[in-house]
């Protein structure tokens, strides 16, 4: 059983078009992350969320907390193929032990 | 822009063998994480370090596994005795202050042959 699920697992759609992808569990989480990982690479921190409801924009990207702190969304506006790659939510269970999400794989094409 | 450095960036090593996987953490950070990746899987939790000691750890950091921070700046993870299981890319981490953002580093792919 994943503690932490995303959806969809993989997502392809042309440049320009918009997107939603969703991180989503059972848990309440103090804090969650999303990154993004290309491949043979480190997970690189998009964004911390900590508040519920919490809203934070990155660009073209908009992240929201949901507000019992156990879901995420990121809304990525207006595609580019500098979009592709993996994106990743982790969770802040307790202390320092934090849980990621399996990924969901985006690929934009031109 | 200060990063978190790891080496090597590969290591191929016989099972039963003895690797040690070294970080060097972002200077002022007081948080460190190792995590791994088997390929195509999702990152995992190992440890994290805090204070010079393990302040969590996961059910897979057994006793095969150790950390240590022997001096200043450097971070890292043993693994003894190593198993074909083992295979996968180490990633360490470093957070400041907050302990919620983590920086990581490039990783190290370990192949047990």
């Known amino acids: 059983t994943q503690l932490l699920e995303q959806s969809p697992q993989f997502l392809s759609i042309q440049e320009g078009e918009n997107l939603t992808v969703y991180c989503n569990s059972s848990s309440v989480f103090s804090s969650l992350q999303w990154y993004r990982q290309e491949p043979g690479e480190g997970p690189v921190l998009l964004v911390t969320?900590?508040?519920?409801?919490e809203v934070k924009k990155l660009k073209r990207l908009t992240f929201q907390f949901g507000d019992a702190r156990k879901d995420s969304s990121l809304h990525i506006t207006a595609a580019q193929p500098g979009d592709t790659g993996l994106y990743l939510c982790?969770?802040?269970?307790?202390?320092?032990?934090?849980?990621f999400g399996p990924g969901t794989r985006l690929s934009v094409l031109p | 822009e200060p990063e978190v450095t790891q080496t090597p960036s590969h290591q191929v090593t016989q099972m039963g063998q003895e690797v040690i996987l070294r970080c060097v953490p972002i200077s002022n950070h007081l948080y460190f994480y190792w995590y791994r990746q088997i390929l195509g899987q999702k990152v995992e939790f190992l440890v994290s370090?805090?204070?010079?000691?393990?302040?969590?750890k996961s059910e897979i950091f057994d006793d095969q596994f150790s950390v240590e921070r022997p001096d200043g700046s450097n971070f890292t993870l043993k693994i003894r005795s190593t198993k074909l299981e083992d295979s996968a890319m180490y990633f360490c981490a470093s957070s400041g202050q907050g302990a919620y953002e983590q920086y990581f580093g490039p990783g190290t792919r370990l192949t047990v042959t």
């Open positions: 969320v900590v508040t519920g409801g």
């Open positions: 982790a969770g802040n269970l307790y202390g320092q032990n934090f849980v």
């Open positions: 370090f805090y204070n010079n000691e393990i302040s969590e």
